[in-house]
T-cell receptor, first 112, second 114 residues
Framework: GDSVTQMEGPVTLSEEAFLTINCTYTATGYPSLFWYVQYPGEGLQLLLKATKADDKGSNKGFEATYRKETTSFHLEKGSVQVSDSAVYFC???????????FGAGTRLFVKA | SAVISQKPSRDICQRGTSLTIQCQVDSQVTMMFWYRQQPGQSLTLIATANQGSEATYESGFVIDKFPISRPNLTFSTLTVSNMSPEDSSIYLCSSRGSGGNEQFFGPGTRLTVL
């Protein structure tokens, strides 16, 4: 079945450091890929998405590129801020599917 | 996008009682989902609730324990029945509209069972 694997956390960075959170997936067909973010005490919210190969999703300085050849959707940000401290979830929704598959989540701590 | 509210935001309940969580969406949506999230963990899908049909439960979750209602396209409830301390968790409501593929989430209900 479809699955999402993301790097384990927590990830601890200093402010202005470069961020990469790895995400790989297994799926038949051509899924849409997502990154969701969950700030402390809140529900998840969509951070960015990509719906086909080579698409780049971007939002709030975060980027991720849909790489079909490596089945990956790594999240990157050039300069993190303390306010980026949160849990990040990689997810996929397969074509014709109704159930989004979520990764385990990666907790990010950014120190001032 | 959709804005989702949940009530209550948190509750502390006694073993053996039941709690009903309400989920309200500010627009009509096709699909609504209920998840459970243990602190520091990922989401576990409990069931999918589509208006006009019975909820579809995931493996390990049954209707007698987690009855769900979906009376219209903007509202759903999840009841946690005959609670035990193992039911202590965050319960999240989510929706997805017919035209999109991303999901929107409510803020969650933090349940503690004593």
């Amino acid at each position: 079945g479809d699955s999402v694997t993301q790097m384990e956390g927590p990830v601890t960075l200093s402010e202005e450091a470069f961020l990469t959170i790895n995400c790989t997936y297994t799926a038949t067909g051509y899924p849409s890929l997502f990154w969701y973010v969950q700030y402390p005490g809140e529900g998840l919210q969509l951070l960015l998405k990509a719906t086909k190969a080579d698409d780049k999703g971007s939002n709030k300085g975060f980027e991720a590129t849909y790489r079909k050849e490596t089945t990956s959707f790594h999240l990157e940000k050039g300069s993190v801020q303390v306010s980026d401290s949160a849990v990040y979830f990689c997810a996929l929704l397969n074509t014709g599917g109704f159930k989004t598959i979520f990764g385990a989540g990666t907790r990010l701590f950014v120190k001032a | 996008s959709a804005v989702i509210s949940q009530k209550p935001s948190r509750d502390i309940c006694q073993r053996g009682t039941s709690l009903t969580i309400q989920c309200q969406v500010d627009s009509q949506v096709t699909m609504m989902f209920w998840y459970r999230q243990q602190p520091g963990q990922s989401l576990t899908l409990i069931a999918t609730a589509n208006q006009g049909s019975e909820a579809t439960y995931e493996s390990g979750f049954v209707i007698d324990k987690f009855p769900i209602s979906r009376p219209n396209l903007t509202f759903s409830t999840l009841t946690v029945s005959n609670m035990s301390p193992e039911d202590s968790s965050i319960y999240l409501c989510s929706s997805r509209g017919s035209g999109g593929n991303e999901q929107f989430f409510g803020p969650g209900t933090r349940l503690t069972v004593l």
